[in-house]
Every structure is written in C-alpha cells, then in structure tokens.
Nanobody, 124 residues
C-alpha cells in the first residue's frame, strides 16, 4: 500500500513537500514515480526514482523546481516542490513498480501500485 501526504493550499512562489510512504513492502528494487492530474486531463508523470541504482528523472515542467529523494528509515519517497505556480495545482499521486532496468519510467501505465492521491492547490 502507498499513502501520500502533505498536500495543501500554498501561495504562488511557495514550497511544499509531499511524502509517499509504503507499507507491506520495502521500496528496495522499486521505481517510485510521482504523477499529477487535473480534471479533464491525462495523468502526467513528473519525476521518478529508481531505488536500486539511484537514478532520477524529471519532466521538463518541474526540472529545477522539484526534487525527489528517498528516506530509507521511513520507507518513504519525498517530493520537494519549490517555486510553485498555479499551473502546478493538481491531485498528486505516487506509484511503484518492481523495476530491474537502469532508469525509471514516467508513463503511468508502467506502474503497478498507486496511492490515493493528495491535493495541491497553488493560489493567492
């Protein structure tokens, strides 16, 4: 099971940290992805981490503003978001897939396990 937390209302230019905590399995050997979705649009992959090799990947829309990291002690993957803008408003999801390749995918259909999502709203 994956559980996201940390969603909130934040002003433009602000920061927020989301967490994705796994229970029932350890994140070793998994790729963890963060996705977001707004009503009427497809789910968008924004970043991922391959926990086996430490590979990171970012979508252009968040490059330089978002970072992804793993907290082994908490079996958690964190998404640190900075310089948030109204267009970052969405429901944010984390997902996991057992992954033996080097990189990590940003396509939603590559992932097996999903959290329930957490709302991020960027507004003044």
């Amino acid at each position: 099971q994956l559980v996201e937390s940390g969603g909130d209302l934040v002003q433009p230019g602000g920061s927020l940290r989301l967490s994705c905590t796994a229970s029932g399995f350890t994140l070793d050997g998994y790729s963890i992805g963060w996705f977001r979705q707004v009503p009427g649009k497809e789910r968008e992959g924004i970043t991922c981490i391959n926990t086996r090799v430490g590979f990171l990947r970012f979508a252009d829309a968040v490059m330089g503003r978002f970072t992804i990291s793993r907290d082994n002690a908490k079996n958690t993957v964190n998404l640190q978001m900075k310089h948030l803008q109204p267009e970052d408003t969405a429901v944010y999801y984390c997902a996991a897939v057992k992954y033996d390749e080097f990189g990590c995918p940003l396509e939603p259909n590559e992932y097996s396990y999903w959290g329930q999502g957490t709302q991020v709203t960027v507004s003044s």
